[in-house]
């Protein structure tokens, strides 16, 4: 469990440009590795609770047999006062028992609390490994989206002055330069037509005139 742990903690650190050049996703690999810990820590935690609750078993056993030690040794002293030795005896004899008993359960005892503080030390250590972990985690995600947006938006911009672009800009711009000189071509249509109606126009007074002169002098009002 713990190796796998370290295991998984040394991929994150030591494996992660392997990953990128294998073109994996960091951040949904980082996500992974992440859960992958807390997996583990989980686990640790369950069975650093089953060697603590071995490890109670044990001292309320031991607790228990050195009871009945004293228990029997008190009986002991009472019987001898009572002048009934007989009963002194099997008292002592009872006691032996339970001594022996407790040294046993007291050495076992003091073994599984030995391992129980070795594993809440190392879960604690995982825990904050876990946390440390967590922190990079982070800031690898924020390079990697950075990195990320960085290459879309340079890929963005180089498309932008490509050749394919340049071209079409410019394929516009003839459109409407186009456009311009079929609109100046209109004008000067219009322009012209103009002039020729205004001769005519001209003309068409001219008669007027001399029609007029021609009848004033018919009417001597010359």
Do not use: C
């Amino acid at each position: 469990m713990f190796k796998f742990f370290n295991r998984v903690k040394t991929v994150v650190g030591s494996e992660l440009n392997a990953m990128l050049d294998k073109a994996e996703d960091p951040v949904k690999m980082l996500d992974q590795y992440m859960r992958d810990m807390e997996s583990d820590i989980r686990d640790a935690e369950s069975a650093v609770a089953k060697q603590i609750a071995n490890e109670k078993m044990l001292k309320r056993k031991y607790d228990d047999a050195q009871s009945m030690v004293e228990k029997r040794q008190s009986q002991a002293e009472k019987a001898i006062e009572a002048g009934n030795e007989d009963l002194a005896r099997r008292a002592l004899e009872d006691k032996q028992e339970h001594t022996q008993q407790a040294d046993t359960l007291k050495e076992s005892w003091e073994r599984a609390k030995q391992d129980s503080d070795q594993l809440r030390k190392k879960l604690d250590e995982m825990k904050k490994e876990y946390q440390d972990m967590k922190l990079k985690k982070d800031s690898l995600k924020a390079r990697a989206e950075s990195a990320k947006t960085r290459t879309k938006i340079n890929r963005t911009m180089s498309s932008i002055g490509s050749d394919e672009s340049k071209q079409g800009f410019s394929r516009m711009e003839e459109k409407v330069l186009q456009y311009e000189a079929e609109a100046d071509t209109s004008d000067d249509m219009s322009t012209e037509s103009r002039s020729l109606d205004d001769e005519f126009e001209a003309l068409e007074t001219n008669e007027v005139d001399d029609e007029l002169a021609a009848l004033k002098k018919k009417m001597g009002k010359q």
